[in-house]
């Protein structure tokens, strides 16, 4: 090795570190938001890391675009005071001697691992839509019955008349539609390949109706709850005699227009259900019931993206 390759400067790892204005949102929430070197400098700032997120103009994925009739799509807007997703995420962590530790986001949120982008994955649109079926009870169950009634209720508001309604086995139509059970040729049960089943794709956002074109924004909660430092248990004698501390996260902003795409087949059980009707009953699931978390204080909650505000 020549002394001019001894003496070359190689890069550091920090050198390497992505650009804020181009790193995408999930590294700079996961990875920058905690970076160890600015920790143990004292060099840290959760008010500059939230500003790097919430003062980001988030690209969006563009509209489908695929002409092939096989696949479907519903567009649906976010409503006040707006969307979680992912909160069941840890992201916290206790920095002694920090000022601004009460303005650190800590609760979780999902982004997609490569683009960054916030998504509702396909797994979780599938749950949400199948949470409106009544599988899961037994039958003869009032929750069974109640669910049972709410598809019914649903087959009615998108044009199946109600006596052909009464003849649909709710209970066999969620396992077509979520489990892949369809008929052979003979009439018979059998399990569908991937090929013949419905198949459940990330939601994603397309666009914002907001005047500065943000995605992301903040929010709080505010938890009455005393716990002992030593043990961590509730101080039940306390509650309600000590201010809460205001606990931050990160939320979609209303008026964010989102993408739900599906990839469907026509019912081999009761074939009235065609690609196009499903897309009709999962549109009216997601108005009723919502999606994400915390859809109890309003949050999750959709319009029709071509309903007047």
């Given amino acids: 090795m020549s002394a001019s390759q001894e003496n070359k400067e190689y890069k550091k790892a920090s050198d390497y570190l992505i650009e804020d204005k181009k790193a995408n949102l999930g590294w700079l929430f996961y990875r920058d938001y905690y970076r160890e070197s600015e920790i143990l400098t004292g060099k840290y700032k959760f008010s500059s890391k939230n500003d790097k997120i919430l003062e980001r103009n988030?690209?969006?994925?563009?509209?489908?675009?695929?002409?092939?009739?096989?696949?479907?799509?519903?567009?649906?807007?976010?409503?006040?005071?707006?969307?979680?997703?992912?909160?069941?995420?840890?992201?916290?962590?206790?920095?002694?001697?920090?000022?601004?530790?009460?303005?650190?986001?800590?609760?979780?949120?999902?982004?997609?691992?490569?683009?960054?982008?916030?998504?509702?994955?396909?797994?979780?649109?599938?749950?949400?839509?199948?949470?409106?079926?009544?599988c899961r009870f037994k039958k003869g169950n009032k929750d069974f019955e109640k669910k049972e009634h709410f598809i019914k209720y649903l087959l009615d508001i998108i044009g199946i008349e109600k006596n052909i309604a009464a003849k649909i086995d709710i209970d066999k139509l969620e396992n077509e539609i979520f489990n892949g059970i369809g008929l052979d040729k003979n009439g018979k049960e059998k399990q569908n390949s991937i090929y013949e089943r419905d198949v459940f794709f990330d939601a994603v956002p397309i666009g914002t109706h907001n005047l500065d074109s943000k995605l992301l924004g903040e929010d709080y909660i505010t938890p009455h709850i005393v716990r002992n430092e030593e043990t961590g248990k509730e101080n039940e004698e306390m509650r309600g005699l000590k201010n809460p501390t205001p606990i931050k996260f990160l939320k979609i902003l209303p008026e964010t227009v989102f993408e739900f795409r599906f990839r469907l087949q026509q019912s081999q059980h009761y074939p009235i259900l065609t690609p196009a009707k499903k897309q009709e009953l999962f549109y009216q699931i997601l108005l009723h019931l919502g999606t994400g978390a915390k859809t109890n204080v309003g949050y999750g909650n959709w319009k029709d993206v071509n309903k007047p505000k």
């Fill in 58 to 134: 988030v690209t969006t994925i563009s509209p489908s675009q695929d002409s092939e009739s096989s696949y479907q799509t519903v567009k649906l807007q976010t409503t006040y005071p707006g969307l979680l997703m992912g909160t069941g995420y840890n992201h916290e962590a206790k920095i002694k001697g920090n000022d601004d530790y009460n303005d650190a986001f800590k609760i979780g949120f999902y982004f997609d691992y490569t683009s960054g982008i916030p998504v509702l994955p396909g797994s979780s649109v599938k749950g949400v839509l199948r949470s409106a079926f009544p």
